[in-house]
């Protein structure tokens, strides 16, 4: 979509910030004066407590595992915050472990990243990758902070929130796509 300068002037004197996103959701800037996120919406994530939202975004991540391993029968024989990240990792490799077992075929021995060694693990990094610009362009929206997370350790540049709520989403959105996209021949 092209956005010509009247249209950016007008917008601008409005005090709407323009946002301007790649394809594939990923955001480039802003222009304008972007408004802060509101007060109360800081507060309340800085205030949160973390442990039961990371609870929650590691039951959900296993919970989704789980379920794309017994729909193709292969079912997976915290207090603390680094007890829980402990089990989100264990849980992680059983689920790999599985989908090993699905995918082994198409050369797919386990996750390995930063570099893919296959085109399993390829098509999953991209697919995360999508995921988290789309979550992370949701978390701005929401007036949050990226950077302010529960289950993954925060940091600047690392946007935390949005990938403790991609956990969730990862089996549905990409694993089951990158799934059935080799198990038809989709993806070679």
């Given at each position: 979509?092209?956005?010509?300068?009247?249209?950016?002037?007008?917008?601008l004197r409005q005090?709407?910030?323009?946002?301007?996103?790649?394809?594939?959701?990923?955001?480039?800037?802003?222009?304008?004066?972007?408004?802060?996120?509101?007060?109360?919406?800081?507060?309340?994530?800085?205030?949160?407590?973390?442990?039961?939202?990371?609870?929650?975004?590691?039951?959900?991540?296993?919970?989704?595992?789980?379920?794309?391993?017994?729909?193709?029968?292969?079912?997976?024989?915290?207090?603390?915050?680094?007890?829980?990240?402990?089990?989100?990792?264990?849980?992680?490799?059983?689920?790999?472990?599985?989908?090993?077992?699905?995918?082994?075929?198409?050369?797919?021995?386990?996750?390995?990243?930063?570099?893919?060694?296959?085109?399993?693990?390829?098509?999953?990094?991209?697919?995360?990758?999508?995921?988290?610009?789309?979550?992370?362009?949701?978390?701005?929206?929401?007036?949050?902070?990226?950077?302010?997370?529960?289950?993954?350790?925060?940091?600047?540049?690392?946007?935390?929130?949005?990938?403790?709520?991609?956990?969730?989403?990862?089996?549905?959105?990409?694993?089951?796509?990158?799934?059935?996209?080799f198990r038809r021949?989709?993806?070679?």
């Amino acid at each position: 979509v092209r956005l010509s300068t009247p249209a950016l002037v007008f917008l601008l004197r409005q005090g709407v910030p323009v946002f301007f996103y790649s394809l594939e959701g990923f955001l480039h800037g802003v222009a304008g004066a972007y408004p802060d996120p509101h007060p109360d919406h800081l507060r309340a994530q800085f205030a949160a407590e973390g442990l039961p939202l990371a609870r929650a975004f590691v039951v959900g991540k296993l919970r989704s595992a789980l379920a794309l391993l017994e729909r193709h029968r292969l079912p997976e024989g915290a207090l603390e915050l680094e007890r829980l990240r402990g089990a989100e990792g264990g849980g992680s490799r059983a689920y790999f472990q599985g989908l090993a077992r699905l995918l082994g075929p198409y050369g797919f021995g386990g996750r390995t990243r930063r570099p893919p060694r296959d085109p399993v693990n390829a098509a999953l990094s991209y697919g995360y990758a999508l995921l988290l610009g789309r979550v992370l362009v949701a978390v701005r929206l929401a007036g949050l902070h990226p950077e302010v997370g529960f289950l993954h350790a925060g940091g600047r540049r690392s946007p935390a929130l949005a990938l403790d709520l991609m956990e969730e989403f990862r089996v549905p959105v990409v694993d089951q796509v990158v799934l059935s996209a080799f198990r038809r021949g989709l993806l070679t």
